[in-house]
């Protein structure tokens, strides 16, 4: 018995060693019928406009497309459905002229009644729409002719193209929307003019699209794409060895330097936009004091962190806006210094030679090894005698605590991840800094309050030419970074794993991969994902 | 008997009727703001405070919970906050996924579980006894989310044989029935043995085996009979767990169920598809109860409800 087991054994594991072989060998294949990517989460709603996860805004982008786009490479703006546009110079009206000969899934003609429609709808308070904010600007919208749009402003909005790139503002197809009534939020069929089409969405487990044959652009080179719905990282990860799937997102994190390696797959990894950072309450006890905050700063060393907790999927910031914003401006070459003598020093001026004790809050499992990295500053603060308590929440208690009042607020310092849909340094800085943003108005958990700075974020907002912009958001970069309301951390990467045979897999800074071909960009020419 | 049935039946609303209130009182007193979490953290505050308004929380609970109870008895869940869709739809589309790996694992589990124990018990003491319990000992220890990757590896990357999760085809349902039986499979095999051995002590089958009849008639047709009661209550108790609990396992394996969407709603906030999902929930663990209870005058005839 125990002999024949052991024969069993030794043949399971020759069989598996062989099996192995041939999967490393990956040879040329054919391109697959159906592509298949797995997913973290399920869709919530299709419907463009009604996005409310970058994910699932992702998976739209397959069969909705905007006027304008953002390059992943350049990081700049390029022409999706519209081919040209202008802005006056007083900056507030934009025309646009259309893509010719473009036509929806459900075969209805893409124009500017279609480009109205899809923005008045957008105003429709029936329509839920997460990132309203961004809408609100726009005053009217005219069909000039058959291919051109004229939309006005009720105030200058310097963001205004780059707002349009996200997802909210695809165009849709007036019939199909209309046809569908209350069945487009989950299926939204022959609406979009994108290079695949809604076919069906199974709850919880899979959304399959098919090929749109009349696409505009490059031909789609799938004839199916299915997005499998797989909340469990380790069995993303799974999927893709086992062949399963050809692209999973966000496998587990401690595997990802072992994935590197591995001749099976490849990792696609980019910066994002997300800046990690632990807020401290500035009008909590110490913290009202800049000289600790710096202290807080001098005490961490970011780059040993990020190596040894991180598995290095982060980058240093350098700034309070992250590098591929528009507007960044460099502050701090190298990110702010580790020097524990220098904190201690900061922390005797300020009267705290012997420290503090501190509540400290992190998530668990939100950001990439927030948890640990959390105690692993907390280890840190210990050497200049700053006793931090680590302590963790699920997410929806910790957003209610973050949108607590200032008079209630539990908050002395806690870990948060900031993205922001748009590649513009506004959303980080006056999201975050301007103190109108306060819980539970907004939700800045720093409680930062400067006059200067407000003034600087309000004129920001309003000035159309572009270089006295970036000049003002550079001035406003500096001054925060010195009041020093966070701990400087960190910009998360964000990564993929993908089959071997799946090339050319982007990642967008916006926590976004490629949906297959990128628009055609001055330098870098037209980017497609490929089979080899 | 058909009056038993009714009136269990007619208790059953009650117990139901207490698991609404304390779902909606749970749900609601731990901190989260469904609106928020829904919209995401870059929506503006004044899109936020329109859809808590849409969702009726700007409402005092009262109110909130006599518009759930007055939908209820309508039979209408309301919608949920997420998809905006009707409960009753979103359940209906993750149930037969939920049924269908419970069903599958708790037929393994108790024709492998009681196998065994009836293997153990036959032959007490021996070496494969000690195996048999061994392995029982492994298949409640083991922590699902592990074995299942297991298998997974061994079975997906490795091998080839199976699909490392997901769900559609029979061979979809092949590796999370496994894991997801595991548990109740030792559960089952070791209550089966010790409910045999305490039979074995007994008169009646001194009896039976004095009279020579062979080992094989004496454990099946009447020690089996009689120490099946215990064993029941414990396959009934996994059945009822396997619909509602198998949260992990369809985690793991991606399989589009009940438990997953359970667990999704409780991190939105999305009070309706909790409400609902439990109230389901409930109600089958109530059903799978009143099947054990009618199973019991079954197996033996000295129990009679009237």
Not at chain 1, 33 to 47: E, S, W, Y
Not at chain 1, 419 to 442: E, I, K, M, T
Not at chain 2, 44 to 69: I, K, T
Request: net charge positive; proline share 6%.
């Amino acid at each position: 018995m125990v002999k024949t087991l052991n024969r069993t054994a030794l043949a399971l594991v020759l069989v598996a060693g062989l099996v192995g072989l041939q999967q490393v060998q990956a040879p040329a294949q054919a391109v697959p019928r159906q592509l298949r990517v797995a997913i973290g989460i399920d869709a919530d709603r299709l419907d463009p406009a009604e996005q409310t996860t970058t994910t699932i805004a992702n998976v739209v982008d397959y069969m909705f497309e905007t006027l304008v786009d953002l390059h992943p490479v350049k990081n700049e703006l390029v022409p999706r459905l519209a081919t040209r546009w202008q802005v006056s110079r007083d900056g507030l009206t934009y025309t646009f002229t259309l893509r010719r000969g473009v036509r929806f899934h459900d075969g209805t003609p893409f124009n500017a009644e279609a480009v109205k429609f899809t923005f008045e709808r957008l105003q429709d308070p029936r329509v839920a729409v997460a990132l309203r904010f961004l809408v609100q600007p726009i005053k009217s919208v005219e069909a000039v002719g058959e291919d051109t749009v004229r939309i006005t402003l009720s105030k200058v909005t310097p963001t205004f193209l780059s707002d349009l790139s996200t997802t909210q503002f695809a165009i849709v197809s007036p019939a199909a929307v209309q046809r569908a009534g209350d069945r487009w939020r989950a299926a939204p069929v022959g609406g979009g003019t994108g290079p695949y089409v809604f076919k069906e969405w199974r709850r919880g487990d899979s959304i399959l699209l098919e090929r749109n044959p009349a696409y505009w652009g490059k031909k789609p080179l799938f004839d199916e794409i299915l997005f499998r719905v797989v909340p469990e990282a380790g069995t993303r990860l799974t999927q893709v060895l086992a062949g399963d799937v050809h692209q999973a997102m966000l496998p587990p994190a401690p595997d990802v330097k072992r994935l590197r390696r591995d001749p099976r797959v490849t990792v696609v990894e980019a910066p994002s936009d997300r800046v990690i950072f632990v807020a401290m309450n500035t009008q909590w006890g110490p913290f009202k004091d800049v000289r600790v905050r710096q202290a807080m700063n001098y005490a961490i060393n970011k780059k040993a962190i990020l190596a040894s907790v991180l598995f290095d999927l982060g980058t240093v910031v350098d700034s309070p806006c992250p590098s591929m914003m528009f507007g960044y401006s460099k502050v701090q070459e190298g990110g702010w210094p580790f020097n524990s003598t220098k904190a201690k020093q900061l922390l005797a001026e300020a009267g705290y030679k012997d420290g503090f004790e501190v509540n400290f809050f992190s998530p668990t499992g939100r950001y990439i090894q927030d948890f640990q990295f959390a105690q692993a500053i907390a280890a840190q603060l210990r050497n200049v005698n700053i006793r931090a308590n680590v302590s963790t929440m699920d997410w929806p208690s910790y957003v209610a605590m973050i949108q607590t009042p200032l008079e209630r607020t539990r908050i002395q310092m806690l870990v948060l991840g900031w993205a922001w849909p748009v590649l513009d340094c506004d959303g980080v800085l006056y999201g975050q800094f301007h103190s109108s943003n306060h819980p539970p108005r907004g939700l800045g958990p720093a409680f930062y309050s400067n006059p200067k700075v407000d003034q600087l974020l309000e004129r920001e907002r309003q000035e159309p030419n572009v270089e006295r912009r970036k000049a003002i958001m550079k001035e406003a970069q500096e001054i925060i970074w010195h009041d020093a309301p966070w701990i400087w951390l960190w910009s998360q990467k964000w990564y993929v794993v993908t089959a071997k045979n799946l090339e050319g897999v982007l990642i967008h800074p916006i926590e976004k991969w490629t949906a297959l071909c990128e628009p055609e960009a001055p330098a870098v020419g037209h980017h497609c994902v490929t089979w080899k | 008997m058909g009056l038993y049935l009714l009136r269990r039946l007619g208790l059953a609303v009650p117990t139901l009727l207490g698991v609404t209130v304390v779902v909606f009182a749970l749900i609601r007193l731990i901190p989260g703001d469904p609106a928020r979490l829904i919209l995401g953290l870059q929506a503006s505050e004044d899109e936020v405070a329109r859809l808590r308004v849409e969702l009726g929380l700007d409402r005092p609970l009262y109110v909130q919970y006599a518009r759930f109870f007055a939908r209820l008895v309508r039979g209408d869940l309301g919608y949920s906050a997420v998809t905006r869709e009707p409960v009753i739809g979103e359940i209906g589309s993750r149930l037969p996924a939920t049924v269908q790996l419970a069903v599958s694992s708790i037929v393994l589990a108790t024709l492998v579980g009681m196998a065994a124990g009836i293997l153990s018990a036959a032959r007490q003491y021996s070496a494969l006894d000690y195996l048999v319990m061994t392995v029982a000992l492994f298949g409640v220890s083991l922590p699902v989310f592990w074995l299942g990757l297991m298998l997974m590896l061994l079975f997906s990357v490795y091998l080839n044989w199976l699909p490392a999760g997901g769900y559609g085809t029979p061979a979809h349902l092949v590796l999370p029935t496994v894991a997801l039986a595991a548990f109740s499979v030792a559960i089952i095999a070791r209550m089966t043995r010790s409910s045999l051995l305490e039979v074995f002590n007994q008169d009646y089958i001194r009896t039976a085996r004095a009279k020579g009849l062979h080992g094989r008639v004496v454990i099946l047709r009447h020690a089996l009979k009689n120490a099946l009661i215990p064993v029941i209550t414990v396959i009934g108790l996994q059945f009822g767990a396997l619909l509602g609990g198998a949260i992990l396992t369809e985690t793991v394996f991606a399989w589009p169920g009940m438990g997953r969407l359970l667990v999704s709603a409780i991190t939105a906030r999305d009070y309706a598809v909790v409400q609902g999902v439990v109230l389901v929930f409930a109600g089958l663990f109530t059903l799978v109860n009143l099947a054990v209870d009618v199973l019991y005058a079954y197996v033996d005839p000295r129990i009679h409800y009237g």
